[in-house]
């Protein structure tokens, strides 16, 4: 079983940046994505970003891309979500999920991390 520890979290300005950690231990390996998923205040959790353990393929939800990148450090066995331009709709509880790709683009991956508040307000 695959298990997830995030950090990088906090409170930040409109137009700001923060940076996300995923550290993967047991059982991660090339064919196994990466993703991240949020879930605002009264929202249901939803898509941001996936990535394949081994870097070679990237996907990000419409609302997020060309501000968000998603990468890998495999020496590290740790994920990273890389988010500019932040803005409040971005507020939420972000958390890390491991699993084949495709259970991690129908939100049903086989694991999840234990999330990480990101609040974004002036």
């Known amino acids: 079983q695959v298990q997830l520890v995030e950090s990088g979290g906090g409170l930040v300005q409109p137009g700001g940046s923060l940076r996300l950690s995923c550290t993967a231990s047991g059982g991660v390996h090339g064919a196994y994505a990466m993703g991240w998923f949020r879930q605002g205040p009264g929202k249901e959790r939803e898509f941001v970003a996936a990535i394949l353990w081994g870097g070679t393929s990237e996907k990000y939800a419409d609302s997020v891309k060309d501000r968000f990148s998603i990468s890998i450090d495999n020496s590290k066995n740790t994920g990273y979500l890389q988010m500019n331009g932040l803005n409040e709709d971005d507020t939420g509880v972000y958390y890390c999920?491991?699993?084949?790709?495709?259970?991690?683009?129908?939100?049903?991956?086989?694991?999840w991390g234990q999330g990480t508040q990101v609040t974004v307000t002036s």
């Open positions: 999920a491991a699993g084949i790709w495709t259970s991690v683009m129908l939100g049903k991956p086989r694991s």
